[in-house]
């Protein structure tokens, strides 16, 4: 049997509070369902190793970030949630640590007398595949391969075209990227549009496609019907954004879509937003916004059958396929977004679904106005089952093993 190791460095991948969280879990408990066993290594701001069974065969271990929790500790920082200013700066120090402890890890267990490893490694800046094979000399008898969880690099050419910091930092990105790039095995993107775009930014051969996966899906009719028939309101329209983990792209579309909806009429919407955003909630001045903080998946579940329009204002970053879209789709919402929010996404998921597209934020102010002028109506919805979705990376392994 195969067994895998795997290194990311979100520190809580299990815990689905971002897409990049779900891309990495889905994955891993998918390659844990053929495999002997999946063990994910990820970074923690922790101060000792900690150990989650999230599987019968899908375990996680994490490493205590040496270099990033010793100055956190003599700075007094108080932001430790993935990816703040000093875990990035920190980074490739900590991921050093973490690749040694890795290759001590593979070299006791092939001096027990296990084999047939593959090494799955997650992360648009990382730089674990050029430590391991050029300064730990792992070589090449362990097979690498690297999620970069989207092209990024398109995100970063887009903008250094804007700005001479971006350019810099761009500049920058590429050639550290290159050198991960270089030392993989098979670079794994989550849409054939981010395959494409790399294969001409990198002119790579050895790609592989794994698309994002539907962060949530209806047991049943009767599961949907249940939830849906919870909202009782039906003389406005509902809205919701699913806004993400922590950054600034995502603190944007927060504090913008909120200063929008502010100067809308109450009566005629709900808008709900999720994650990590509870400090703007000062920002809020209407009674008809609602920020939730992050939700378990069950009651994201919920608040997305009773919903009826999904917000995706993505209008600073184009790197995969987003998993807020995927989330709307699930659900069979009309969405408002940008055009980079239906990024990768085949045109069949929209058969029946209104999709409104803008290109900024009055546009998106625009529709906003229009849509709550018209009569709302609640439409029959077909939302995306789980059994739809029972093989959908029943061939992982297979995919990246024949590259």
């Not at 205590?64 to 703040?84: E, G, V």
């Not at 095995?185 to 395959?195: G, N, Q, T």
């Not at 609602?290 to 993505?314: M, N, Q, R």
Request: glycine share 4%.
């Amino acid at each position: 049997m195969l067994r895998i190791l795997a290194y990311t460095y979100y520190s809580t991948p299990w815990r689905r509070s971002s897409g990049d969280n779900v891309r990495v879990h889905e994955i891993l408990r998918a390659l844990s369902r053929e495999s002997d066993i999946v063990v994910g290594f990820t970074l923690t701001s922790l101060k000792r190793p900690t150990i989650i069974i999230a599987g019968p065969k899908l375990v996680y271990v994490g490493i205590p970030r040496s270099l990033y929790t010793m100055l956190s500790t003599l700075l007094n920082w108080k932001s430790h949630y993935d990816l703040n200013p000093l875990q990035k700066l920190t980074h490739y120090i900590d991921e050093l640590y973490l690749c040694i402890i890795l290759r001590k890890f593979l070299d006791a267990l092939r001096q027990k007398g296990f084999s047939n490893f593959m090494l799955y490694l997650f992360g648009s800046m990382s730089l674990a595949s050029f430590f391991l094979k050029r300064i730990l000399g792992l070589g090449r008898y362990t097979r690498i391969i690297y999620d970069v969880l989207g092209n990024y690099a398109q995100t970063l050419y887009l903008r250094s075209r804007r700005n001479p910091f971006e350019l810099i930092r761009y500049g920058l990105y590429l050639a550290l990227h290159k050198l991960q790039l270089k030392e993989s095995d098979v670079i794994v993107y989550p849409s054939r549009l981010d395959e494409e775009n790399a294969k001409k930014m990198f002119s790579m051969k050895k790609t592989a496609v794994i698309p994002n996966p539907f962060p949530i899906c209806y047991e049943s009719m009767e599961e949907y019907l249940k939830y849906r028939n919870m909202r009782g309101d039906n003389d406005r329209a509902f809205f919701i954004l699913l806004a993400g983990g922590k950054s600034k792209g995502n603190e944007e579309a927060v504090r913008k879509t909120i200063e929008i909806f502010n100067e809308l009429d109450s009566r005629r919407f709900k808008l709900v937003i999720t994650g990590p955003w509870t400090e703007l909630r000062d920002l809020v001045k209407c009674s008809s916004i609602e920020i939730t903080e992050v939700i378990p998946h069950e009651e994201l579940k919920k608040f997305l059958a009773t919903a009826d329009i999904g917000l995706a204002p993505i209008f600073s970053h184009v790197a995969g396929t987003y998993l807020k879209t995927l989330a709307y789709l699930a659900a069979d919402l009309d969405i408002i977004g940008s055009p980079w929010a239906f990024t990768g996404l085949d045109s069949s998921w929209f058969k029946d679904r209104r999709i409104i597209l803008v290109r900024n934020w009055n546009e998106l102010k625009h529709e906003l106005l229009k849509y709550l002028q018209t009569p709302h109506v609640r439409k029959e919805r077909s939302p995306v089952l789980c059994e739809e979705l029972r093989d959908h990376y029943s061939c992982i392994k297979e995919r990246l093993l024949s590259r």
